[in-house]
């Protein structure tokens, strides 16, 4: 009924995913500062998808958007992956190593406010394999670059 309802009032109901601001948020992220390179390193990407799936597992992580879902866990892929700012891209303390101004600018969000999402998700991460969650074993594969095991 409610179905109905919503189709005859023409009510769009649907939730953008987290994975739609993947690519724009590595991008913003990559390494090389030149427009025409376009160097995306696959790892980084299936280890944001692997955390972003995580993420939607957890029911402490419903609560924030799904951008914000994205920005944790690019930030946390680029911290597992050891991917710092340049010295010389304008990376602050207040910012520190592994966020830049360029991602706060197309993220939309501080570092200050990633931190809590960033935390939940990072101890999910810790927990997946003593979970037994199929995501884990998905992203152990070496087609996905064993992401789950890093």
Known sequence: MERR????LQFNLNR???IKFAPAFLRAGRAC???CCTFQSPIQ???????ITLGRLSYDLCQYAPSAL???AVYLSRATLHIE???NTGATTKRGK???A????YTGYTLDSLKKPVHLLYEYQLKAEELNVAVFSTYSKTKLNNVSLR
């Open 85 to 87: 700012e340049d010295s």
């Open 70 to 72: 994205t920005a944790a």
């Open 5 to 8: 309802i919503c189709k005859t």
């Open 98 to 100: 592994y966020w830049s």
């Open 45 to 51: 990407h299936n280890l944001v998808l692997y955390l």
């Open 16 to 18: 953008v995913s987290p």
């Open 102 to 105: 360029k991602l706060e600018h």
């Open 33 to 35: 500062e030149d427009p």
